[in-house]
């Protein structure tokens, strides 16, 4: 990605303009960043996952590309669409991959028959997608931080300044959305 933020910013402003060649310019410039977030993120998934990155990467240019033209702002609501649109690919990757378990296309089995053949449904990114739409109804701001901390990659000093607070509002936001996060995706204690 561009070292200079203005750069990135510039780059924006053509491509909303109409400069389709900025857009293709701008992707290429964060193109070896966003396959390391999307490497980064899914290392941190189950293991045999079947989205790698470079598809994640690509499945993001091309919904970038074929989308109504975005009025882009600045920095800070590229690096937001991004994380939208990375958690948006992760979620209807993992809700196609469930219908799939789930019967789609495939010849049916009994349970008897198929116990211990399936892998374990992955079902992270889809509580996780449905916990933070609930965040977001609370309190958008928190949900948007987590959104760029864990879709978008971003540092705390990143997400402070796309969000446009402080270190110490985004550590107060951090907080309660991890707390709320665990009360809503750990099973409660017997």
Same mark, same amino acid.
């Given at each position: 990605m561009p070292d200079n933020p203005r750069d990135l910013t510039d780059l924006l402003a053509h491509w909303r303009s109409g400069d389709r060649e900025a857009g293709n310019q701008l992707m290429e410039a964060a193109y070896q960043n966003l396959h390391r977030l999307a490497s980064h993120y899914l290392h941190r998934e189950r293991p045999?996952?079947?989205l790698e990155a470079n598809s994640l990467v690509n499945e993001l240019y091309l919904r970038l590309f074929s989308?109504?033209?975005i009025e882009w702002k600045d920095r800070a609501h590229f690096f937001a669409v991004t994380a939208q649109l990375l958690?948006?690919?992760l979620v209807d990757? +993992? !809700?196609a991959a469930r219908a799939e378990k789930r019967g789609g296309s495939r010849v049916r089995v009994s349970?008897?028959?198929?116990d211990g053949v399936m892998a374990p449904m992955d079902r992270d990114?889809?509580?996780l997608d449905d916990a933070l739409k609930r965040l977001e109804a609370l309190d958008p701001r928190a949900a948007a931080g987590v959104e760029l901390r864990f879709f978008a990659g971003l540092k705390e000093a990143e997400i402070a300044e796309v969000l446009g607070i402080s270190l110490a509002t985004l550590h107060r936001d951090w907080k309660i +959305? !991890?707390?709320w996060l665990i009360s809503q995706l750990l099973?409660?204690?017997s």
């Open positions: 045999g996952h079947t989308s109504e033209p958690r948006r690919i990757h +993992a !809700r349970l008897t028959v198929a990114i889809l509580e +959305a !991890r707390a099973p409660p204690r």
